[in-house]
């Protein structure tokens, strides 16, 4: 294909640094995505209106087929009508914290070609709610859900988390159509202790009611949906612990899975200082850890809290098998960087059902 054998590598060239090739890209999408003339041309290059089937209703809201980017591309939402555009069911905005902040030290991105993966630490950088919310807020509405997922700010000590997230939510509010808790992020030191049983617990209880508070004083029948995300590296009494959690407070589902810190996927062809490095793993090498918690989420809690299943999703094959464990909603973020700009539409294609004869 094009994009793999010409596009791709003049763009990992770009600036020698990963994320100085992102910034590149996202910031052609933010420059089409001010313009509807180009959103257009963007739609009909890569079939937007082709991608369509299976539709689904999944917490209140209605999908035009199950494929979605996951929160980490747009981390500001700068280029949501172009993201649309390439045929995405839904997008994730962010990470967006309530504060704005830069994140870790660079480099804090590096590609593993070979093995179609990514390890980051970015650490959450961003420009903060109240400047996202307002962005989103400018652009042109595209049609589709758009999710913002939450996260702690660094400066924010654990016993401040759920002031915190609480803060970001209200910003935040009017933007998402739902909203994700990202809790299991390796890359924000202690965030993942907010998976533990009483923090999660305190933290889902509150997000919640405020969602309900907002919704009975605009007359909505139902809250805006909250979805956990969680880690891939939990052990099977924390994934109990979540799932009891979610059930008792009243999430609306589950994310699953953020990246990993363990690296048991590699290949042994990767040099052992690019495997060291600090950070979250994503893409094909985590494909299998992942299909794992999504199984172990749905035998535990069925129907009652429907998954968005993400890791390591990048051809159709790899789609079925994540909905056959149990999956709704599927999400991609490293296969859209290996795959281009037509993933989306030549997934949903793949899993529409076979026209009638």
Known sequence: MLYQRAIRPALFRLGGD?????????GWLARISRSEGLTRALALAFGHAAARGPEREVFGLRFPHPIGLAAGFDKNGVAVPALAALGFS????GTVTRDPQPGNPRPRLFRLPEEGALINR??????GAAVVAARLARQRPVGIPIGISLGKSKRAPLEEAVADYLAALELLYTAGDYFAVNVSSPNTPDLRAL????RLDALVAALVARLRARAAAEGRAAPKPLLVKVAPDLDEPALDAVVAVCLARGASGLIAVNTTVSRAGLGAGVPP??????????????HAQALGVVRALSRRAGTRLPIIGCGGIATPDDARRMLDAGATLLQLYTGFIYEGPGIARRL??????????
């Open 273 to 286: 200082t690019l495997a060291a490095e600090a950070g979250g793993l994503s893409g094909r090498p985590l």
């Open 195 to 198: 998976q533990a049983h009483d």
């Open 18 to 26: 990963p994320e100085a090739a992102h910034e590149r890209v996202l």
């Open 122 to 127: 970015m650490g959450f950088n961003n420009q």
């Open 90 to 93: 839904f997008i994730e905005v």
């Open 348 to 357: 949903a294609t793949a899993l529409s059902p076979a026209p009638p004869t």
